[in-house]
């Protein structure tokens, strides 16, 4: 009786810590996604400023050199579409989504230059440090869903893009802010749209639609 008294508590012991960490898991889910929403919408304002501020012959100009396609995150193997991403295991979202984050580290230290300083735009050294906070949630996330395991992911060794991509492509200053931005603002909506299928993925849903 004594025995069959101290399984059962342990095993109550043991539920109410997987349910404590469920809840964490979630609440860390929660804030990664509203993190990237700010950020993702903070960028939207940065460029639609920008573009605001523009000479009618400059949004010419602008409207036929940039091919969204060219950022620095090209080189981080990604989802190319809603429904490779729908099938892409929460893991691996989570993985892209802390290498397209590490991937502004440097770059975010920039987006004040690409803007005019009369704008609102926010603070560099903010945009750099959600950033980091950010990629900090994500590897947590990261760490609770090996549970333990090695990670064996292979692009985590891997060198990150040269860090002054943006700075060295030879391009005028116009064409390189905007390409900064338009970047900037690409790469937020990727990982928002990536951490909310993954946090669908936790849920066990099969219809984790875009």
Not at 54 to 69: A, D, N, T, V
């Amino acid at each position: 009786m004594a025995r069959a008294l101290v399984l059962l508590s342990v095993g109550l012991v043991s539920l109410l810590v997987n349910q404590g960490t469920a809840s964490e898991n979630q609440r860390l889910f929660n804030n990664a996604v509203i993190r990237v929403q700010h950020l993702h919408q903070l960028a939207a304002k940065m460029i639609n400023d920008f573009e605001d501020n523009l000479l009618p012959e400059e949004r010419g100009q602008l409207s036929k050199i940039f091919p969204l396609s060219f950022c620095n995150s090209d080189s981080i193997e990604a989802p190319t579409g809603k429904d490779e991403t729908q099938k892409s295991s929460m893991l691996k979202l989570l993985r892209i989504s802390f290498r397209l984050i590490e991937s502004w580290e440097f770059p975010s230290q920039t987006l004040s230059g690409a803007v005019s300083n009369s704008l609102t735009v926010g603070n560099p050294n903010q945009i750099t440090e959600k950033l980091a906070d950010l990629k900090v949630g994500i590897s947590v996330l990261i760490k609770g869903c090996l549970d333990g395991q090695p990670n064996m992911d292979d692009n985590d060794s891997l060198p990150l893009p040269f860090e002054d991509f943006y700075l060295t492509m030879g391009e005028s200053s116009l064409r390189e802010s905007f390409r900064l931005l338009a970047c900037f603002k690409k790469d937020m909506h990727k990982v928002e749209t990536y951490l909310r299928v993954a946090n669908c993925r936790r849920s066990l849903d099969s219809n984790c639609t875009l």
